[in-house]
């Protein structure tokens, strides 16, 4: 990532117009009062029904045309004419679920109004950007002003494992994209600044289920039976042992589980015990193998203690692997606007994101989104009950993107 300059790398040498600046206050306002709106009524994946009409709506107030997805949540909406076979469009990617956990924030005007749900993960902070730079960008398209056509995909179901990816690109999201770009909320980085790498920044993540069953018995008499009890505590501790040795250390394959269930009485050996958690890799090609070595893991660590095994090993996503063009176009776009200071380097994180689906047909990027109050010292972390963004990271999202459509047209043409 370059660092030579704050000049700004678009108009210097050219005869452009100067990038859009900062947002009116009106827009600014509104951006706002729409992303709490939305985090006072988060929808988990699939049913997000009224965050889609809401997008909708605002959409087509600006003289937009959104196409709902079939699925009847999440919306495709073009601005600009689209020839599917020029690959000549930009696609601004933006999740809109919720997380199925309940808001802890005690002193919050906006917190969430339906009980057990939460915009833990920033989602709402996501949509409003990109309607924000669709807003944006269809005033220039108005004018004249948009060099290339955009594609705003507001998706469903991100949270929900393979996740909804796939179902908007069977839509049609990803017909004559070129290139797409996308945001994720990151506590750890200040509001105003962006995170960026090349290469992974995501991991892949799958989801396991396990079902073992034995004859049950007394806790008197565990040699005569089954001790399942000790056998979920053994597949527990020992599977992840196992799936480590056989793998190479740095490819970061963990087995982490989040749920056990098995037994109901102090005295009674149970017949039935149900294990689940989740398979996360950094590396994409241990990824592949993953499924046969956890399988057979459980399968060994389950016979030798005479249990039988039923599992569920569901495919979630592979790593985000962010193009090194796309990411110099992130920097460049977000320098421009903010200086050079407003980039920084991010670590590859063990979360899970589905917009590695669609980095499996086009190149694009994701950029950690800043979003703690500058100053504070408090760790915060994603999918946690009192999770909040400093808003001011909004309008660094707008800017962000809509710089980025607009420098990646400049420069492909000069």
Same mark, same amino acid.
């Not at 009224?50 to 600006?62: D, Y």
């Not at 998706?155 to 994209?177: K, T």
């Not at 070595?293 to 090993?313: C, G, Q």
């Given at each position: 990532?370059?660092?030579?300059?704050?000049?700004?790398?678009?108009?210097? %040498?050219?005869?452009?117009?100067?990038?859009?600046?900062?947002?009116?206050?009106?827009?600014?306002?509104?951006?706002?009062? &729409?992303?709490?709106?939305?985090?006072?009524?988060?929808?988990?994946?699939?049913?997000?029904?009224?965050?889609?009409?809401?997008?909708?709506?605002?959409?087509?107030?600006?003289?937009?045309?959104?196409?709902? *997805?079939?699925?009847?949540?999440?919306?495709?909406?073009?601005?600009?004419?689209?020839?599917?076979?020029?690959?000549?469009?930009?696609?601004?990617?933006?999740?809109?679920?919720?997380?199925?956990?309940?808001?802890?924030?005690?002193?919050?005007?906006?917190?969430?109004?339906?009980?057990?749900?939460?915009?833990?993960?920033?989602?709402?902070?996501?949509?409003?950007?990109?309607?924000?730079?669709?807003?944006?960008? @269809?005033?220039?398209?108005?004018?004249?002003?948009?060099?290339?056509?955009?594609?705003?995909?507001?998706?469903?179901?991100?949270?929900? *494992?393979?996740?909804?990816?796939?179902?908007?690109?069977?839509?049609?999201?990803?017909?004559? !994209?070129?290139?797409?770009?996308?945001?994720?909320?990151?506590?750890?980085?200040?509001?105003?600044?962006?995170?960026?790498?090349?290469?992974?920044?995501?991991?892949?993540?799958?989801?396991?289920?396990? +079902?073992?069953?034995?004859?049950?018995?007394?806790?008197?008499?565990?040699?005569?039976?089954?001790?399942?009890?000790?056998?979920?505590?053994?597949?527990?501790?020992?599977?992840?042992?196992?799936?480590?040795?056989?793998?190479?250390?740095?490819?970061?394959?963990?087995?982490?589980?989040?749920?056990?269930?098995?037994?109901?009485?102090?005295?009674?050996?149970?017949?039935?015990? =149900?294990?689940?958690?989740?398979?996360?890799?950094?590396?994409?090609?241990?990824?592949?193998?993953?499924?046969?070595?956890?399988?057979?893991?459980?399968? =060994?660590?389950?016979?030798?203690?005479?249990?039988?095994?039923?599992?569920?090993?569901?495919?979630?996503?592979?790593?985000?692997?962010?193009?090194?063009?796309?990411?110099?176009?992130?920097?460049?776009?977000?320098?421009?606007?903010?200086? @050079?200071?407003?980039?920084?380097?991010?670590?590859?994180?063990?979360? %899970?994101?589905? &917009? +590695?689906?669609?980095?499996?047909?086009?190149?694009?990027?994701?950029?950690?989104?800043?979003?703690?109050?500058?100053?504070?010292?408090? !760790?915060?972390?994603?999918?946690?009950?009192? &999770?909040?963004?400093?808003?001011? @990271?909004?309008?660094?999202?707008? =800017?962000?993107?809509?710089? @980025?459509?607009?420098?990646?047209?400049?420069?492909?043409?000069?």
């Amino acid at each position: 990532m370059s660092r030579e300059s704050e000049a700004d790398p678009v108009t210097a %040498g050219h005869a452009h117009a100067p990038l859009p600046g900062a947002l009116p206050e009106a827009l600014r306002a509104e951006l706002v009062a &729409f992303r709490r709106d939305l985090h006072m009524h988060p929808e988990l994946g699939n049913q997000e029904f009224r965050t889609t009409a809401a997008i909708k709506a605002r959409l087509e107030k600006a003289g937009l045309r959104p196409r709902v *997805l079939s699925g009847g949540t999440g919306l495709i909406c073009d601005i600009g004419d689209v020839d599917p076979a020029t690959g000549s469009v930009m696609a601004l990617r933006a999740d809109i679920d919720a997380l199925p956990i309940p808001d802890t924030k005690s002193d919050c005007a906006y917190r969430s109004t339906v009980p057990d749900r939460a915009h833990a993960c920033g989602h709402d902070v996501h949509t409003t950007v990109v309607l924000g730079a669709g807003l944006v960008m @269809a005033e220039l398209y108005r004018d004249g002003l948009l060099p290339r056509p955009v594609r705003l995909i507001f998706q469903p179901a991100e949270e929900v *494992l393979p996740g909804g990816a796939a179902d908007a690109i069977a839509c049609g999201a990803l017909d004559g !994209v070129g290139r797409i770009i996308a945001v994720h909320c990151d506590p750890r980085v200040d509001a105003g600044r962006i995170g960026l790498r090349v290469g992974p920044i995501t991991s892949a993540c799958d989801r396991l289920e396990i +079902s073992l069953e034995g004859p049950g018995g007394h806790t008197a008499r565990p040699h005569l039976t089954t001790d399942l009890v000790t056998a979920a505590a053994r597949v527990v501790t020992d599977v992840p042992a196992l799936v480590g040795r056989r793998v190479d250390t740095r490819a970061g394959l963990a087995v982490t589980w989040g749920r056990i269930d098995c037994g109901h009485a102090p005295n009674v050996i149970p017949q039935h015990a =149900e294990l689940s958690g989740t398979v996360r890799c950094l590396d994409i090609d241990a990824w592949r193998l993953a499924p046969d070595m956890v399988v057979a893991a459980i399968d =060994e660590v389950a016979n030798l203690h005479r249990a039988k095994s039923e599992i569920n090993y569901v495919r979630g996503v592979p790593p985000v692997v962010n193009d090194a063009e796309v990411v110099d176009l992130l920097d460049s776009a977000m320098t421009a606007r903010r200086g @050079a200071d407003s980039v920084e380097s991010t670590e590859q994180s063990l979360g %899970g994101e589905d &917009f +590695s689906w669609y980095l499996e047909h086009v190149p694009g990027a994701m950029a950690r989104l800043g979003v703690r109050p500058p100053g504070e010292r408090t !760790v915060r972390d994603l999918h946690q009950g009192d &999770f909040d963004a400093d808003e001011s @990271a909004i309008q660094v999202g707008v =800017e962000l993107f809509t710089a @980025a459509v607009l420098l990646d047209a400049r420069t492909r043409t000069a």
